[in-house]
């Protein structure tokens, strides 16, 4: 199983970036997808989820109406569209994957990407 996540880079503050994660080796459309990311010198922390079929979505506060989520089951890949970003969103950007719907906000997951790093400046 691999989780690709792409995307990220170096951004003004109130600009916008999106983030891909593209996944194989998997049953795709079984696997409840999420996005946490980790800030330099800080723990890791639970973005966005989304359901299988995309239809049910959980946002942190701390994003809830600047960043959205997708998933596009025929391609194998979820979205993190970001938009009015700060610089306190400056951090690494994980995807990661599992089959339940629930406690979304540890860490048990079953697969996890290799992180894309955001950078906003001020």
């Known amino acids: 199983v691999q989780l690709q996540a792409s995307g990220g880079g170096l951004v003004q503050a109130g600009g916008s970036l999106r983030l891909s994660c593209a996944a194989s080796g998997l049953t795709f459309s079984r696997y409840v997808m999420v996005w946490f990311r980790q800030a330099p010198g800080k723990e890791r922390e639970f973005v966005v989820a989304i359901n299988w079929s995309g239809v049910v979505t959980y946002y942190a506060d701390s994003v809830k109406g600047r960043f959205t989520i997708s998933r596009d089951n025929a391609k194998n890949t979820v979205y993190l569209q970001m938009n009015s970003l700060k610089p306190d969103d400056t951090a690494v950007y994980y995807c990661?994957?599992?089959?339940?719907?629930?406690?979304?906000?540890?860490?048990?997951?079953?697969?996890w990407g290799q992180g894309t790093l955001v950078t906003v400046s001020s």
């Open positions: 990661a994957a599992k089959e339940a719907w629930g406690r979304l906000e540890t860490s048990e997951y079953d697969y």
